[in-house]
């Protein structure tokens, strides 16, 4: 039997352990005779990947930035999302879209309506019943303190420039996600990432199943 494609994207402020949850829900699907795709924003395609190293490490404006990670979005949608989604596979990537709005809009304080313009106009895509919007069928939204996130961040290993920014980037970037969590509650799921990873784990399992995916 031909399983529909699933599309679970992995949200949160860095350091809120979301990278390290995204390999064990990969098993379980894989357990139960899935197909897993594991891909991550900005990258998962060559093109995308190049424009990442671009986005994490050299100096640009929000403008710039914003532009560059919708690219990059771009090519990820139709070389290696929009394909493996036909095949019935299930793609679990670490960040999508929601991340520009929490970490370009909110935390570099790009115009939102200018991101919403982008979204529409990369994310648009042709289905058998017309035209719709490229979203998650599930977005695993892993909410920390930001002042949790910043001592967890510390010291761990040569930070990116974004995972070296002050505590009130954070807190604009974690209000960012809330603004998002508020304008589609439907699609987001919650997560209490200030627990032991076991228990994490077990929240994101119960998110998942709860959608009638998992036994």
Do not use: C
Not at 149 to 176: I, M, Y
């Amino acid at each position: 039997m031909k399983h529909t494609g699933l599309f679970i994207s992995f949200e949160g402020i860095d350091g809120a352990g979301k990278s390290s949850q995204i390999g064990a829900l990969a098993q379980v699907f894989e357990a139960q005779g899935r197909v897993v795709t594991l891909t991550r924003e900005p990258g998962g395609t060559p093109l995308a990947e190049k424009i990442r190293a671009l986005v994490l490490n050299d100096a640009m404006d929000a403008m710039t930035e914003a532009l560059l990670v919708f690219a990059a979005r771009r090519d990820h949608l139709q070389q290696l999302i929009a394909p493996a989604l036909a095949r019935g596979e299930v793609v679990l990537s670490d960040r999508f879209t929601d991340a520009s709005f929490a970490y370009q809009g909110s935390g570099r304080g790009f115009d939102l309506d200018m991101l919403s313009y982008l979204e529409r106009m990369v994310q648009t895509a042709k289905g058998l019943e017309g035209f719709f919007l490229r979203q998650p069928d599930l977005t695993l939204w892993f909410e920390l303190d930001p002042r949790v996130a910043v001592q967890r961040l510390a010291g761990v290993r040569l930070p990116d420039k974004f995972e070296s920014q002050p505590l009130d980037f954070f807190s604009r970037v974690s209000n960012g996600y809330l603004q998002r969590w508020q304008q589609q509650p439907q699609r987001f799921a919650r997560i209490d990432a200030d627990r032991l990873p076991e228990s994490v784990r077990q929240s994101v399992l119960q998110a998942v199943q709860q959608k009638g995916w998992l036994a």
